[in-house]
């Protein structure tokens, strides 16, 4: 599964390539609320067709008929603003004050879209950075905090996987996960030392590694931009590399098990000097509390607590897998008691 930034990439390379007139369209600012981020791109093709999204849906309907009746004339990119007044913001979808600005850039072979690809197969993160008078592209290597730069001549957006995730565990559950989490822009890595898992891994897109987990960890050097998620159920395989992951600046770190066997980990964890503030890191039992049962419901459940600590968002006791049980045990017994 792509990215929607790499979908968008890859049709405009698709289109490049037969010939056809398309242009590539970049949210570059928002003011109040919006539908999508700044970096948000489209892509949009002579007749008409897009991929991609840059609205709720009516800015794109606008983009389509302006091509569909005026066809793609742009020689260099263009600066575009919708929603300035209530009028526009109420005709385009947009919440109430809301403005958004695009880029509109024609494309063709000398927009980089195929060196760009091809950087990015290399899991490279690439910043590529838009002349917005000339039409001239430049490409260079980006770092990992960089993001989306506007000035009055150029135009530089970052590509590529912008967080790590390290999955213990090569099985089902994890299959799962790391598809899921390739199509949210993650640079994947699956850790597994035991041959019979490592040799049934079928998803193309990330880097598979028989390394001793603990010796990942420490092999990634983990920052706060990375993420650790145990699946193997085995102490051997995950407490090491979770002692380690709970050392490092990873901006999650979470383990599969009951709550029971949270609890134990917990305290083998301790025995390796853990403190307290670290041991409070560990998400166990991992996910959130959305009654998942299947290997695809367990993953979502996983990456949707992990997004929200990617995005700095604080969860209520109540979604969280141990709060949630232990309160629905709670209403078990008192209905038994009453009943």
């Known amino acids: 599964m792509d990215s929607v930034d790499l979908e968008v990439l890859k049709t405009c390379n698709e289109w490049i390539r037969d010939g056809r007139c398309c242009e590539l369209v970049t949210v570059i600012k928002t003011w109040g609320s919006s539908p999508r981020p700044e970096g948000a791109t489209l892509a949009i093709c002579e007749n008409g067709q897009v991929v991609g999204s840059v609205s709720g849906g009516c800015i794109e309907d606008d983009l389509i008929a302006r091509v569909r009746s005026e066809g793609i004339e742009l020689k260099q990119p263009e600066i575009v603003t919708y929603g300035i007044t209530s009028d526009e913001a109420h005709r385009f979808g947009l919440p109430c004050g809301g403005t958004i600005q695009l880029v509109l850039e024609p494309l063709s072979k000398r927009s980089q879209i195929a060196e ?22 430049t490409l260079a290597t980006a770092g990992a905090g960089q993001g989306l730069q506007i000035s009055k001549k150029m135009l530089t957006t970052i590509h590529g996987p912008r967080w790590r995730l390290l999955i ?39 880097e598979v590694t028989r390394e001793m987990p603990d010796d990942q960890v420490l092999k990634m050097n983990l920052d706060r931009r990375s993420a650790v998620v145990a699946l193997t159920h085995d102490p051997k395989l995950d407490d090491l590399a979770l002692m380690e992951a709970l050392k490092s600046d990873a901006f999650y770190v979470g383990a599969i098990g009951s709550r029971l066997n949270n609890a134990k980990r917990r305290e083998r964890l301790r025995e390796f000097d853990l403190t307290d503030v670290q041991l409070a890191n560990l998400h166990g039992p991992i996910g959130l509390y959305i009654g998942s049962k299947t290997p695809a419901e367990i993953a979502i459940s996983i990456l ?23 309160a629905a045990q709670r209403n078990r017994n008192t209905s038994r008691q009453y009943a």
């Open 304 to 326: 949707a607590e992990l997004t929200a600590a990617k995005n700095d968002v604080t969860l209520p006791d109540e979604v969280r897998v141990d709060a949630a049980k232990d």
């Open 116 to 137: 760009l690809l091809q950087r990015l197969s290399n899991h490279e993160l690439v910043a590529r950075r838009l002349n917005l008078l000339s039409g001239e592209v």
């Open 168 to 206: 213990i565990g090569a099985g089902q559950l994890s299959r799962f996960l790391a598809q899921i989490a390739l199509g949210m822009d993650y640079h994947v890595t699956v850790c597994d030392p035991r041959e019979e898992y490592r040799e049934g891994w079928s998803v193309a897109g990330m």
